[in-house]
Antibody
Framework: QVQLQESGPGLVKPSETLSLTCTVS??????????WSWIRQPPGKGLEWIGY???????NYNPSLKSRVTISVDTSKNQFSLQLTSVTAADTAVYYC????????????WGQGTLLTVSS | DIQLTQSPSFLSASVGDRVTIPCRAS??????LAWYQQKPGKAPKLLIY???TLQSGVPSRFSGSGSGTEFTLTISSLQPEDFATYYC?????????FGQGTKVEIK
């Protein structure tokens, strides 16, 4: 059974860089069958796809966040990470990591989510 | 970007009711649509993909239909555990987008 687990600081100050990590167990981020995504959900609001990384390092980002986002993968640790620069209160959200095949298929496995609050 | 519209945002229903939740895409997406259920404090759970394919382990009272721009999630007989928020998601192109959600509340 594949499991994804997000981890992060919980609180970040405005203008700083947000860094989150997703650790995958029961499967491998090196599998060529899957794409690994970040998705966020502001409190009381809907879901926004942030971007994905493929194990070879190729990425695809939501244009709305592209200038501030970097997603990377560490195959030795079976993890992938999100960095979001110059955060503001609007970036306060629950951040989820998730898996899909990228070929018109849905997100079949999700982490439980981690709340990231931007506040001074 | 492909916009997905879910209306209404809130729906009141009783246990045993047949419930239909619509989702409209701003352009044709063939059958590249998924439905998720989300309960408070939990991650979304995949219910249906390819517009009408039931994910393994999901009760058969859930069904999906549609193609192109009009889609529907149907719950044939609402159960107490089905009170939640439901999101559609398009899988046709990037960026992946979601509808704003329909919350099914107890009447």
């Amino acid at each position: 059974q594949v499991q994804l687990q997000e981890s992060g600081p919980g609180l970040v100050k405005p203008s700083e860089t947000l860094s989150l990590t997703c650790t995958v167990s029961g499967g491998s981020v090196s599998s060529g069958s899957y794409y690994w995504s970040w998705i966020r959900q502001p409190p009381g609001k809907g879901l926004e796809w942030i971007g994905y990384i493929y194990y070879r390092g190729s990425t695809n980002y939501n244009p709305s966040l592209k200038s501030r986002v970097t997603i990377s993968v560490d195959t030795s640790k079976n993890q992938f990470s999100l960095q979001l620069t110059s955060v503001t209160a609007a970036d306060t959200a629950v951040y989820y990591c998730a898996r899909d095949t990228g070929y018109g298929d849905p997100f079949d496995y999700w982490g439980q989510g981690t709340l990231l609050t931007v506040s001074s | 970007d492909i916009q997905l519209t879910q209306s209404p945002s809130f729906l009141s229903a009783s246990v045993g009711d047949r419930v239909t939740i619509p989702c409209r895409a701003s352009q044709g997406i063939s059958r590249y649509l998924a439905w998720y259920q989300q309960k408070p404090g939990k991650a979304p759970k995949l219910l249906i993909y390819a517009a009408s394919t039931l994910q393994s382990g999901v009760p058969s009272r859930f069904s999906g239909s549609g193609s192109g721009t009009e889609f529907t999630l149907t719950i044939s007989s609402l159960q107490p555990e089905d009170f939640a928020t439901y999101y559609c998601q398009q899988l046709n192109s990037y960026p992946r987008t979601f509808g704003q959600g329909t919350k099914v509340e107890i009447k």
